[in-house]
């Protein structure tokens, strides 16, 4: 595709279920990052991918957070036993090769857990 | 650990005219990267200007600059002519290019709401 992509575009959950948040980078680009954004902050670190391995998942906040990307090109967040606290919008890039390379954002993932 | 901060909340300005959008941050490390990012209502986020540290010269993408201060570690961001479209979050973000597992993770400030009137 042209762009990142990211869907759904809204999760509402109930406390307590699980969620899978889907990240289709730009074509060729071997770099992917996930960010949480919480409501009038800027976005915070979660994860790297480079390739399908996680390089850095050093801002995953628990183990309740785990991210895949079996072959290299689509992503998913998974949430376990969702809280309050995870409500925020979840966004995804990629880059080329990941470095000085540009990030590409895709539009994010609002979740709202009741 | 490196840490972005920019210290006005809310901006405005008048159509036409120019304003400065502030950003400071902290880093031990020599060679890095940062960035002006412009996020609208419709959440996407999209880069307005990068910055390399060890370029001198301050990067300019037409109504957009910024003032790099390296020393004083000062990255502030000029709108000229300001236009209707560029009301928006505006984010600073620092990327450390030194290499290890921290390649290319972008930190970013708390944002910088900007309206322009007409």
């Known amino acids: 595709g042209a762009g990142v992509s990211q869907t759904p575009s809204n999760k509402v959950t109930e406390k307590g279920k699980y969620v899978e948040l889907r990240c289709d980078p730009i074509s060729g680009h071997t770099a992917l990052y996930w960010y949480r954004q919480s409501l009038g902050q800027g976005p915070e670190f979660l994860i790297y991918f480079q390739g399908t391995g996680a390089a850095d998942d050093s801002g995953l906040p628990n183990d309740r957070f785990f991210a895949v990307r079996p072959e290299g090109s689509v992503s998913t967040l998974k949430i376990q036993r969702t809280e309050r606290g995870d409500s925020a919008v979840y966004l995804c890039?990629?880059?080329?090769?990941?470095?000085?390379?540009?990030?590409?954002f895709g539009p994010g993932t609002r979740l709202t857990v009741l | 650990a490196q840490t972005v901060t920019q210290s006005q909340p809310e901006m405005s300005v008048q159509e036409a005219e120019t304003v400065t959008l502030s950003c400071t941050y902290d880093?031990?490390?020599?060679?890095?990267?940062l960035f002006w990012y412009k996020q609208p209502p419709s959440r996407q986020m999209i880069l307005v200007i990068r910055q390399e540290a060890y370029k001198q010269q301050n990067a300019t993408e037409n109504r957009f600059s910024v003032n790099f201060q390296k020393a004083a570690k000062s990255f502030s961001l000029k709108i000229s002519d300001s236009q209707l479209g560029d009301t928006a979050m505006y984010f600073c973000a620092f990327t450390s290019i030194a290499g290890g597992t921290s390649y290319g993770k972008l930190t970013f400030g708390q944002g910088t709401i900007l309206t322009v009137h007409p």
């Open positions: 890039a990629s880059s080329l090769s990941g470095g000085r390379d540009t990030q590409y």
């Open positions: 880093t031990s490390e020599n060679n890095y990267y």
